[in-house]
């Protein structure tokens, strides 16, 4: 079964990160720049406000890298995942970037020592062999995996997750 992501639960998951990366980008300097204009020159010139201002007007050069790429990275131009979900394993696969930058990754789960669900995200703790390639291949193992919970069928890979949890602490495959 291919879990696909749903994307009216997409959007309510990008909703608060575009407004933190607008707000900070454009509402922090331009607030700056107003108060610079409104407020009179001797309450900030040479003053802690001054500075305080003067760094909010810099700020946007700051947010617009850290924030952006944050941005870019939750609303997935950046990580675009897929999971195929079997009865004894999950596949997890995606790839980030485009272009001649593009980078695929590719994991198979048949085994979790812990998971966790958080409000946005399914945390999956373990040991999993990750696959990148693009510009090179790599394998490296990771201890730990964010699933971001905009699936349409989060059921089926919750039921899954659990089955794979406790086949890894029996140390017993798993089956139907």
């Not at 001054?50 to 997935?76: H, K, M, P, R, V």
């Not at 675009?80 to 198979?108: C, E």
């Not at 039921?159 to 017993?172: I, T």
Request: aromatic fraction near 14%; charged fraction near 20%; include cysteine.
């Amino acid at each position: 079964m291919e879990l696909k992501t749903d994307e009216g639960k997409r959007k309510q998951y990008l909703r608060p990160r575009r407004a933190l990366f607008l707000g900070v980008t454009l509402g922090v300097p331009a607030l700056s720049i107003l108060l610079t204009a409104v407020l009179p020159r001797e309450w900030y010139y040479g003053t802690p406000l001054g500075y305080i201002l003067g760094t909010g007007i810099f700020s946007c050069i700051f947010s617009l890298i850290g924030l952006g790429l944050y941005y870019a990275d939750c609303s997935g131009t950046s990580k675009v995942q897929k999971l195929y979900l079997y009865p004894d394993k999950l596949v997890y696969s995606g790839y980030s970037g485009q272009g001649s930058r593009q980078i695929q990754f590719y994991s198979v789960i048949d085994s979790i020592d812990s998971f966790s669900l958080g409000k946005w995200k399914i945390r999956l703790n373990g040991r999993f062999l990750f696959t990148y390639t693009g510009r090179w291949e790599e394998r490296k193992i990771k201890k730990n995996l964010s699933i971001i919970r905009t699936l349409d069928n989060e059921q089926a890979l919750l039921a899954l997750v659990y089955r794979l949890q406790v086949a890894g602490k029996e140390n017993v495959p798993c089956s139907r």
